[in-house]
């Protein structure tokens, strides 16, 4: 699993949403903090075709 990067991201444990990480510390029984895989871009197409 070498060569994915991930970043660490707040959720709400109740509703889903994502929130700041430093809430998510702040609340720990309502929240959770976990590491989330960064996309890479999508290609960029050459335009007219």
């Known amino acids: 699993m070498s060569g994915n ?3 660490p991201r707040g ?3 109740k509703s889903g949403q994502f ?10 029984s ?3 903090v ?3 895989a960064v ?3 999508a ?3 050459k335009a007219g075709r």
């Not at 929130?19 to 720990?28: D, W």
């Open 11 to 13: 959720r709400d444990a």
């Open 39 to 41: 996309r890479s871009p």
């Open 34 to 36: 976990e590491r989330v």
């Open 5 to 7: 990067k991930t970043t």
């Open 19 to 28: 929130i700041p990480v430093r809430e998510a510390q702040r609340r720990p």
């Open 43 to 45: 290609p960029k197409r």
């Open 30 to 32: 309502t929240t959770v």
